[in-house]
């Protein structure tokens, strides 16, 4: 079936270390969507990716899609607190339903 | 304005007993989407809706789980004789999305359903 990988599962780091969390399926995606999820809390949408190769920036959190349209990866500079929770990439196979990852759970060491 | 809301926001059950959960989408949004979400997991799909039309139940893990929107806009998803298996949190997301292409979803605060 079309599923959508996502590695690594925990990532721990020192507060201002940088993160990177990627994204992986097995067909082309149509598009993908990143969104986050807080401890206790819901997705809450971040980016959509459309175009081959494409890059978007969002302050500290920069977030790529490759030239196949296979994988994608979101990358924060200099974490903070406020950036902890898991990080989730929902592929669309082009037919308008979103396939999750399995998450990147982000704990931040002060 | 108002987000998506979902009630109730927790529910216990016993296993056999039917249950209802609620989603109120964000006014106007065309199409509505239920996820199951387990303990550190992602969302998984259960079903869409685009306006009152039913466009994808492939998600729905088995015959005991139906899910319907009669107004296009408010849904319900019924879950009959419930299982311990069923025990998860249950997401409901909106969106502006149109036919052949999907847009960011505004998910609600789900509902947590324990099955004992």
């Known amino acids: 079936g079309q599923q959508v990988m996502q590695i690594p599962q925990y990532q721990h780091v020192q507060e201002g270390e940088d993160f990177t969390t990627y994204c992986n399926s097995s067909t082309t995606l149509s598009n993908i969507q990143w969104y986050k999820q807080r401890p206790g809390g819901h997705p809450v949408f971040l980016i959509q990716?459309?175009?081959?190769?494409e890059v978007k920036k969002q302050k500290r959190l920069t977030f790529q899609f490759g030239e196949a349209k296979k994988n994608s990866s979101l990358h924060i500079t200099a974490t903070q607190t406020t950036d902890v929770g898991t990080y989730f990439c929902?592929?669309?196979?082009?037919?308008?339903?979103?396939?999750f990852g399995t998450g990147t759970r982000l704990t931040i060491i002060p | 304005g108002a987000g998506v809301s979902q009630s109730p926001r927790y529910k216990v059950a016993k296993r056999g007993q039917d249950v209802a959960l609620r989603c109120d989408p964000i006014s106007g949004h065309v199409s509505l989407f239920w996820y199951q979400q387990a303990l550190g997991q992602g969302p998984e799909f259960l079903t869409y809706f685009q306006n009152e039309a039913q466009l994808d139940k492939s998600g729905l893990p088995s015959d005991r789980f139906f899910a319907e929107r009669p107004e296009g806009s408010v849904s319900t998803l019924k879950i009959q004789r419930t299982q311990q298996e069923d025990s998860a949190v249950y997401l409901c997301?909106?969106?502006?999305?149109?036919?052949?292409?999907?847009?960011?979803?505004?998910f609600g605060p789900g509902t947590r359903l324990t099955v004992t």
């Open positions: 997301a909106s969106s502006l999305a149109l036919a052949g292409h999907s847009y960011e979803q505004y």
């Open positions: 929902a592929g669309d196979f082009g037919n308008e339903k979103l396939t």
């Open positions: 990716l459309v175009k081959s190769g």
